[in-house]
């Protein structure tokens, strides 16, 4: 299994070198159910941010989250970093205001891992109950 993580500025929406960050203070922040592999993918890339902030898997970012956020952000001067899943979910108002950035995680599965997980995809799928097709009954 290959693991790649980039950089993405979400306002922009474009690919960010994450030596641009490297060294400066940021503000990191996740609503996913492992949040140890966020931490992890930022370190791989560098990054070592001295705030974070971790919600439930799935969570839905209110506007006392985003109120929250903006002040361990300092009004918006600490550049924030979240993944893909979580900074969907923002507001586009809030991204106006603030520097973040998400996390690209790309997974690519090869060999063994792979079939590893084509089994285990195969056995836990319900099998499709197959019909004639029209007029053949």
Do not use: W
């Not at 474009?14 to 931490?39: D, H, M, N, S």
């Not at 560098?46 to 439930?56: N, S």
């Not at 300092?74 to 108002?93: W, Y």
């Amino acid at each position: 299994m290959t693991v790649n993580a980039e950089l993405v500025d979400v306002s922009k929406g474009e690919t960010v070198c994450p030596t641009q960050l490297k060294g400066k203070r940021l503000l990191a922040f996740c609503g996913i159910a492992k949040p140890l592999t966020f931490y992890h993918a930022l370190i791989s890339l560098g990054l070592e941010p001295e705030t974070t902030r971790y919600y439930p898997d799935h969570h839905f970012y209110s506007s006392n989250d985003l109120e929250y956020l903006s002040d361990l952000s300092e009004g918006g001067q600490l550049p924030m970093i979240t993944t893909e899943k979580d900074a969907v979910k923002l507001d586009s108002g809030f991204l106006t205001g603030h520097r973040v950035y998400a996390v690209r995680v790309e997974f690519e599965l090869s060999g063994h891992d792979l079939e590893v997980f084509n089994d285990t995809l195969a056995t836990s799928l319900p099998v499709p109950r197959i019909t004639p097709p029209a007029g053949e009954a």
